[in-house]
T-cell receptor, first 113, second 114 residues
Framework: SQTIHQWPATLVQPVGSPLSLECTVE??????LYWYRQAAGRGLQLLFY??????ISSEVPQNLSASRPQDRQFILSSKKLLLSDSGFYLC????????????FGDGTRLSIL | RKEVEQDPGPFNVPEGATVAFNCTYS??????FFWYRQDCRKEPKLLMS???SGNEDGRFTAQLNRASQYISLLIRDSKLSDSATYLC???????????????FGKGTKLSVIP
């Protein structure tokens, strides 16, 4: 069966520090991968998605970036975090195809001080 | 108009009650629809897909009305464990990207009371 791992579970970072969140998927090949952010009391906001190695699409201009160095690895990064980057970050995967549901990792709760 | 719109609630219902959630979507070309459940401070989990003919999974029934661009979720015989936020999800065309991706509503909060 397919599993998705995301870490760390919680993170407290100072403003201006760098960020690296990692997500890996097991049990499937060539998944679509996604990064979302959910701010307190708000809906899920799609940040990035990837349909293959090295292929990244950005949905929202910001100081975050994403990379997909391997088929089942998706990384979310920032060089300098802002206070507004606080939130619940979720990685998700889906089977390739138009009408497929997405399956989420446990999420990373990021607090910027 | 919001892309996927839901009543935020909260819906406070007694155990055993029947409760219905509604959702409207703006993109008439949307082709796939889902309901997700999200517990407090947890990740969303797929509850069920929504098919054109309507579908049922135990106490849960989902309906789709394409003409009205409307989706519903009915929960019968509510349990305490049903307390969660229910997210309506629709695939939408991403502007400028030429592809469709899932768009999540902000969710409807349900509290089932003993």
């Amino acid at each position: 069966s397919q599993t998705i791992h995301q870490w760390p579970a919680t993170l407290v970072q100072p403003v201006g520090s760098p960020l690296s969140l990692e997500c890996t998927v097991e049990g499937t090949s060539n998944p679509n991968l996604y990064w979302y952010r959910q701010a307190a009391g708000r809906g899920l906001q799609l940040l990035f998605y990837s349909v293959g190695i090295g292929q990244i699409s950005s949905e929202v201009p910001q100081n975050l970036s994403a990379s997909r160095p391997q088929d089942r690895q998706f990384i979310l990064s920032s060089k300098k975090l802002l206070l507004s980057d606080s939130g619940f970050y979720l990685c998700a995967w889906s089977v390739w195809g138009l009408n497929q549901p997405q399956h989420f990792g446990d999420g990373t709760r990021l607090s910027i001080l | 108009r919001k892309e996927v719109e839901q009543d935020p609630g909260p819906f406070n219902v007694p155990e055993g009650a029947t409760v219905a959630f509604n959702c409207t979507y703006s993109n008439s070309a949307s082709q796939s629809f889902f309901w997700y459940r999200q517990d407090c401070r947890k990740e969303p989990k797929l509850l069920m897909s929504v098919y054109s003919s309507g579908n049922e999974d135990g106490r849960f029934t989902a309906q789709l009305n394409r003409a009205s661009q409307y989706i519903s979720l009915l929960i019968r015989d509510s349990k305490l464990s049903d307390s969660a936020t229910y997210l309506c999800v629709v695939n939408m065309r991403i502007s400028g990207a030429g592809s469709y991706q899932l768009t999540f509503g902000k969710g409807t909060k349900l509290s089932v009371i003993p």
